[in-house]
């Protein structure tokens, strides 16, 4: 039946992960408003073991296939943070406002501004078997936050290549050059390659 | 320029690599006679947890794209087992006479011979990034061994759909049924979408 759940409840990446599907032909996409399933916590130390950790844990309780993503932004001068804590940077409740205002203070008087959005897609299927793909978008933190657009960080990274920030640029252009369209869009290759293989037919 | 080095140092495994990456249009192929690197301990509990420390530690160490892969055989009588320890099954050295004498004895008197071999590669590129593909052949394990072809466990191991165990089956067939096979098969989707993107250009 090439059944395929997609493991997170966020409306935006269901619509974007829809439409980057879309070109995977006879896959049949479910969501959580198909079928339910448990929130898992995110407790790897790496995207790769946070995406895994969730496509595995929701695999398990639903035996679908199932897509999962985690992504975040690394930045140079920080080793790498705010990483897999960027939502919670600044603490709990997520808050982005606050979690900019930090990003802006720890790197206070820091020349070095480099910066990437990192995305990783993990799908497990229930006879065990696991793929992974990333995605990176390089770039800079911004002296200050610019622009309404998107969500998170982008008001303070500004893309390679680029002098306005992700928050400047309109969500079709976004969306063409980020980080999780280039782990998604990995995925695809993979996902077509199953398909061929007859290895969805099963779910 | 694109080079990809090969993580084995296995030359049949060189070989079918060479084979199945030969319609990656683009790829400089490097292999441990280009370039040396050093030995690493498959200390993992998974085979993807295998392939990715080898491939990240040999990245680490030549600083270019890795391609790595782990491989072995779970019987389901067994929980999994040998998995992980397929080579070393029966002890140190490795002995696969010793491997498959020990597996009869484990499973006779069994019903339940349903086994698979589970093969998973692993990509890193030196930015971080990580892909991981997995391939299954299934099938059951003969009553006795059979066959002069092959390798490992192969003597013992019926692929479903056949009445010849893998050690009976000739070479170009074998390889085109093997979750090695398939596990290559679907990285080198990932590695075609890679080179598109031009991120292996800079290696």
Known sequence: M????LGTKNEGKIRELRDLLQQVRGLDLLTGSNLGFSDVEETGETFLENALLKARSVCAEVGLPVLAEDAGLEVVALGGAP??????????PVD???NNALLLDKLHGTVDRRARFVAVSALCLPDGQAFVTSGILSGRIAQRLT?????GYDPL???????RTLAEIPLAEKNR????????????????????????ESY
Chains 1, 2 share one sequence.
């Open 2 to 5: 090439n059944r395929l759940l």
């Open 83 to 92: 990483g897999v804590r960027s939502a919670r940077f600044s603490g709990e």
């Open 96 to 98: 982005y406002a606050r």
């Open 147 to 151: 622009g309404d657009g998107g969500f």
């Open 157 to 163: 990274f500004v893309p390679d290549g680029e002098a």
């Open 177 to 200: 050059i980020s980080h999780r369209r280039r782990a998604v869009e990995r995925m695809v290759a993979v996902l077509a390659a199953l398909l061929r293989d007859g290895e969805l």
